[in-house]
């Protein structure tokens, strides 16, 4: 199998290898820039395509080399990155890139690339296979079903991820690593779905042991789901001529770094406190509701009454009719939304 593989799989990756704006086509004779391989993995972690391709273009126009992001003030980075979700990943893209640019360039293979901050695993063996060619096994979600369903593993995940990873360390190919990882990405993606996979137009279908035994649809076995946490909060939307208030989120934590709307202290760990930040009149403007990683959090609204606007702390006064361009992340996004609505 392990010969026939790549073959079957190169061929039909030719044919049928998915148009993005960070990829380079096969048969290209154009090489993969680094930064944009690198920049777009980041994006798609948890990310889909079609979410994330947009995103990608407005980053690669603002910031086209990794030394022009490492430059980037944060807090611009941090803006445009409103709305892709998991802001950790922002704060690593800038550290990241600065180390990059400090050393002048990307490490050429896996081991180097694990060396930078905030590239874990999977996004240095990406990297190395696809904008430098080296022979790095790629496992992300889409690999790990073909081959579990490939080689019929049908160990429980997260179990089954060492045996997944070594099957799929046995049909990475020396020659054309970065097409192969990018073809058992796109395989999964399109072919060998979740649901119904289209197992007559697999390339890979004579050889995949799951489906001689009509067990495709079956593999991976996924863990049993936790019960998610529920958690309650307030943000407190204040207005004064037009301008809404706003904080800058604490470096660590939830949504760091982050300009947002004041809220009462709500985390995964905790409901907020419903303390307001200046006392006075207080109405109610509603509920957002918002699903993080691990949590579902229903963010009620309080909205400012009052007239006096003393001791607010640190912050700034934001046009309001300039929202969209203060970066707010989704959760808060909604919430000037639902805010602007009830005014």
């Known amino acids: 199998m392990e010969d026939r593989v790549p073959a079957a799989l190169l061929e039909w990756y030719d044919g049928h290898a998915r148009a993005f704006p960070w990829r380079i086509a096969p048969g290209s004779a154009e090489r993969p820039d680094p930064y944009r391989v690198w920049l777009s993995e980041v994006m798609l972690q948890q990310t889909t395509?079609?979410?994330?391709?947009?995103?990608?273009?407005?980053?690669?126009?603002?910031?086209?080399?990794?030394?022009a992001l490492a430059d980037a003030p944060e807090e611009a980075v941090m803006?445009?990155?409103?709305?892709?979700?998991?802001?950790?990943?922002?704060?690593?893209?800038?550290?990241?890139?600065?180390?990059?640019?400090?050393?002048?360039?990307?490490?050429?293979?896996?081991?180097?690339?694990?060396?930078?901050?905030?590239?874990?695993?999977?996004?240095?063996?990406?990297?190395?296979?696809?904008?430098?060619?080296?022979?790095?096994t790629v496992v992300d979600a889409n690999v790990e079903r073909v081959v579990a369903r490939l080689f019929l593993i049908d160990e429980p995940l997260p179990g089954a991820r060492k045996a997944i990873r070594?099957?799929?360390?046995?049909i990475t190919p020396r020659e054309r690593p970065g097409d192969f990882a990018q073809a058992m990405m796109d395989l999964g993606a399109t072919i060998c779905t979740t649901r119904a996979p289209k197992c007559l137009l697999c390339p890979l279908s004579a050889p995949c042991l799951a489906r001689a035994q009509g067990r495709q649809s079956d593999l991976p076995v996924k863990a049993r789901k936790k019960e998610?946490?529920?958690?309650?909060?307030?943000?407190?939307w204040i207005e004064r001529n037009g301008q809404v208030w706003l904080v800058r989120r604490p470096s660590k934590g939830m949504l760091g770094g982050m300009r947002a709307l004041p809220d009462d202290g709500w985390s995964s760990?905790?409901?907020?406190?419903?303390?307001?930040?200046?006392?006075?009149?207080?109405?109610a403007g509603g509920v957002v509701r918002h699903g993080f990683t691990h949590f579902d959090l229903e963010l009620?609204?309080?909205?400012?009454?009052?007239?006096?606007?003393?001791?607010?702390g640190e912050g700034e006064w934001w046009p309001i009719a300039r929202i969209e361009e203060a970066g707010l992340p989704t959760l808060f996004a909604k919430a000037a939304l639902l805010a602007m609505a009830v005014e």
């Open 228 to 236: 998610r946490t529920g958690r309650t909060g307030t943000a407190f």
């Open 269 to 283: 760990r905790k409901d907020g406190s419903e303390n307001a930040p200046i006392p006075g009149a207080w109405k």
């Open 300 to 312: 009620g609204l309080a909205i400012y009454a009052g007239e006096k606007f003393g001791a607010l």
């Open 79 to 136: 803006a445009e990155w409103a709305g892709l979700g998991y802001y950790s990943r922002a704060r690593n893209l800038i550290a990241c890139a600065k180390a990059v640019a400090e050393r002048g360039g990307f490490p050429e293979t896996e081991e180097g690339l694990r060396q930078l901050p905030g590239l874990g695993a999977y996004t240095a063996a990406a990297v190395a296979a696809i904008a430098f060619g080296e022979a790095a």
């Open 49 to 67: 395509t079609a979410h994330a391709a947009p995103y990608f273009e407005k980053f690669a126009a603002r910031w086209p080399t990794v030394k």
């Open 166 to 170: 070594a099957a799929a360390e046995d």
